[in-house]
């Protein structure tokens, strides 16, 4: 994530909102869905169980277009797969994380993240679409 992150860096991230429940007085609350939008940083598991920070580029809904290497992404539809092909493409790769097609909308609950120093980064156009479930938190500022 170089130069917003290097390291060294301490961060400061917000777990409260990846929590799926929480306790208060013995009784059992759940959480509203994660207030997360363009720009943010995320911290998040991949399949390895390796802790990744990634920023994000696409939010549920949007389409985005797969090209050499580049993403482009937009609201408008680009003509993409069914959620059932993608899913099946993901059940059998045995990941929860979406393989990027070419050209795709996403889905519900999951994002697109992509490093900073592009060109050297491993992210979504490697390892896929990312569960909201893989996600610990979001990186409120940096010292």
């Not at 961060?11 to 429940?21: E, T």
């Not at 985005?64 to 993608?86: A, H, M, P, R």
Request: aromatic content about 12%.
């Amino acid at each position: 994530m170089v130069p917003a992150i290097k390291n060294g860096d301490i961060l400061f991230v917000s777990k409260i909102q990846f929590s799926r429940m929480f306790f208060l007085t013995g009784k059992k609350y759940g959480l509203t869905k994660p207030a997360v939008k363009k720009n943010d940083i995320l911290i998040f598991k991949n399949d390895k169980a390796e802790e990744l920070e990634k920023r994000v580029a696409g939010v549920p809904f949007e389409f985005y277009f797969l090209q050499n290497g580049n993403v482009t992404i937009t609201d408008e539809d680009v003509g993409f797969s069914s959620e059932k092909e993608i899913e099946s493409l993901a059940f059998s790769l045995n990941t929860k994380f979406i393989p990027l097609m070419e050209k795709g909308r996403i889905p519900e609950g999951y994002y697109l993240l992509l490093g900073d120093n592009r060109n050297y980064s491993t992210d979504s156009r490697n390892f896929g679409l990312v569960p909201e479930s893989s996600i610990i938190g979001k990186v409120l500022w940096r010292l």
